[in-house]
T-cell receptor, first 115, second 112 residues
């Protein structure tokens, strides 16, 4: 069983640039959630994709967007980067069925630094 | 979504039990309590979950009060590798498509 993987591990961008982060979900999972974690804070929910459609969004502006592909992998895109976007970006996969204990499994994260 | 409150930090001697409390006084009847931990900016790792009965697995035990308004995660014999931030989360039981609402968690330091 392959766990959740994310790429790249680290990334440095400058203000105003655009970035794409990638996530491969765990085998058998059809749901991907993205979180942003600023230094010293708990992860904050950005959005979730279930079977290729957005299924809920947190309090993030439209310049944060995403995709989920038929193989259930996912991308997070951030346009017009701001300094405050510097954070650890976490991807979590889960089975989006309705039968109970569908805990989320997290990837190692992508550390984004915006200069 | 129910919110949780946890102490900011705790210390525990190596080999002793670490008891991490969590308050979730607004929890609904269909919401589970989940515990995750995060070691030094890695991705959060699932530990255990429960609804109303006490639960135990190879990592920890979870004690939920009868009124379900609070719970305690117990690491029976803490080791240095258990030093991490521990998050208590509540989520609905009936859906796999949900968002976790993380607080700031409890920073546990296990001391040699």
């Amino acid at each position: 069983e392959t766990g959740v993987t994310q790429s790249p591990t680290h990334l440095i961008k400058t203000r105003g640039q655009q970035v794409t982060l990638r996530c491969s979900s765990q085998s058998g999972h059809n749901t991907v959630s993205w979180y942003q974690q600023a230094l010293g804070q708990g992860p904050q929910f950005i959005f979730q994709y279930y079977r290729e459609e957005e299924n809920g969004r947190g309090n993030f502006p439209p310049r944060f967007s995403g995709l989920q592909f038929p193989n259930y992998s996912s991308e997070l895109n951030v346009n017009a980067l701001e300094l405050d976007d510097s954070a650890l970006y976490l991807c979590a996969s889960s089975w989006g069925g309705t039968s109970g204990h569908n805990e989320q499994f997290f990837g190692p994260g992508t550390r984004l630094t915006v200069l | 979504d129910a919110k949780t409150t946890q102490p900011t930090s705790m210390d525990c001697a190596e080999g002793r039990a670490a008891n991490l409390p969590c308050n979730h006084s607004t929890i609904s009847g269909n919401e589970y309590v989940y515990w995750y931990r995060q070691i030094h900016s890695q991705g959060p790792q699932y530990i255990i979950h429960g609804l109303k009965n006490n639960e135990t697995n190879e990592m920890a035990s979870l004690i939920i009060t009868e009124d379900r308004k609070s719970s305690t995660l117990i690491l029976p014999h803490a080791t240095l590798r258990d030093t991490a931030v521990y998050y208590c989360i509540v989520r609905p039981a009936t859906s796999g498509t949900y968002k976790y609402i993380f607080g700031t968690g409890t920073r546990l330091k296990v001391l040699a």
